[in-house]
């Protein structure tokens, strides 16, 4: 069985990012659509919530497969979450090994990274959801707001870039809540800042917005609740308006494609 192989250049080094079998046909498998999708991943997370949880999977057969077929015939969603511990997206979801194609970030950021791995997860394993996914008690944006607020504290030299673009969360939070003082505001930050990833994430990425305007992905905000298991649905209605209005800002990238490659 051939083996597709892609590799990253860099410099003199070469870094092997894929090395999966390629299926016997040539040809991705169906998948659900993002409907289905989003059907499936509510129900997943309810059984959770209930205690009902099916740990589909999860045994040697799958691991076989895992080591012979290739993830893009399987994996149903992409999903963007935080790094936090609290947050485990398959058991949340009640998934296993080649059902979710995940992303972890502190503050859930859709920064250059996160969105080359989400163009990888929607065009390359072809899931027809991306999720992203906050969650309530995130230190990430608890931190940012205390920053804005005036009660920042020294941060490693690396942390600050990887967070400023949750600042715009807060700060938009706090326009659309002047009522709201101090640190009350966190949990309208924290939604917020899932709304400012998918903004970051359509200004960027031309092969995002066509995708999802082409029908053959959906992407869906959600806050996960740390305490009670409970996965928050937001309305989808809200990432349609966010969509049109990065389309008609004429910063947004235009080439889905990267060139000279």
């Known amino acids: 069985m051939k083996r597709i192989i892609t590799v990253l250049v860099i410099g003199c080094c070469v870094l092997a990012l894929t090395a999966l079998p390629a299926a016997a046909s040539g040809k991705a498998a169906a998948k659900p659509s993002p409907d289905a999708t989003i059907a499936m991943l509510k129900a997943g997370n309810a059984r959770f919530v209930e205690g009902k949880a099916t740990h589909p999977h999860a045994n040697a057969a799958r691991l076989h497969q895992a080591g012979t077929e290739n993830q893009g015939n399987h994996a149903y969603a992409t999903v963007i979450t935080c790094s936090d511990s609290r947050v ?146 937001l309305p989808e209605s809200n990432v349609a308006e966010i969509l049109k209005k990065v389309e008609a800002n004429p910063k947004c990238a235009k080439e889905a494609m990267a060139g000279g490659h």
């Open 88 to 233: 485990p997206v398959e058991i949340v979801f009640d998934a296993g090994v080649m059902d979710i194609f995940v992303i972890r970030v502190a503050g859930n950021v859709c920064d250059v990274d996160e969105r080359g791995s989400i163009e990888y997860g929607l065009a390359h394993v072809n899931t027809p959801v991306l999720v992203v996914l906050g969650h309530t008690q995130c230190g990430a944006v608890t931190a940012v707001t205390q920053a804005v607020l005036g009660h920042g504290h020294p941060l490693e030299a690396n942390i600050p870039p990887l967070v400023d673009n949750i600042e715009p969360a807060v700060r938009a939070a706090m326009a659309a809540h002047p009522d709201v003082k101090g640190k009350a505001i966190i949990p309208a930050a924290i939604e917020q800042n899932v709304w400012q990833g998918i903004d970051d994430l359509f200004m960027h990425s031309a092969a995002t917005r066509e995708i999802v305007k082409s029908g053959k992905a959906k992407v869906v905000g959600a806050i996960y609740d740390v305490g009670t298991g409970k996965v928050k649905w």
